[in-house]
């Protein structure tokens, strides 16, 4: 038996896809959670295969939950299941150590089957979204990803700068760079675009 937790703020879709992995024979749905957080103080009282995750999500993102489990020792497996078919976001998905990554409007079956696979050691990914992931780079480090959020918001440099520790010299360089590297106007722009590929 596959022991999965799932992990959605949305509680029709938690409820349906709890029922649906509940008609497999070979699935067990243990533990059914709304953020990143719940998950990972569920998932230390252990009994978990696999994960089955949304990406956004208040308080940790199903990105920030996947990068956290893969330092663990023995971590469950992760299936990330969105709404989001943009490469960046898939690309995203694999580098922080997901092993699936599926759209919520594939056919039911193909969620169980993914489960299966990321168990037994493979990895479960729409085959036109791999290919697509691989075409354009992200060309964003980290910490500008976490700039061009923040202003996204709303903050404002020095609020920014409070919000991450670092001077608001600093946050602008980043905000620039950021700016520069996506070709956009302004920050605003930038944001739309990081957004529109699934880099942010």
Known sequence: MI???LVEDQGLVLGALAALLEIEDDLSVVAC????RAALERLAEGGVDVVVTDIEMPGMTGLDLAAALRREEK???VVILTTFGRSGYLRRAL???AAGYLLKDAPADRLAEAIR???AGLRAVDPELAAAAWDEADPLTDRERQVLRLAAEGLSTAKIGAEIHLSEGTVRNYLSEAINKLGAENR???ARIARQKGWL
């Open 3 to 5: 022991r999965v937790m």
């Open 33 to 36: 959670v709304a953020d990143g």
């Open 75 to 77: 971590p469950p497996r």
């Open 95 to 97: 580098d922080a150590g």
């Open 117 to 119: 696979r990321v168990h």
């Open 188 to 190: 605003v722009e930038a």
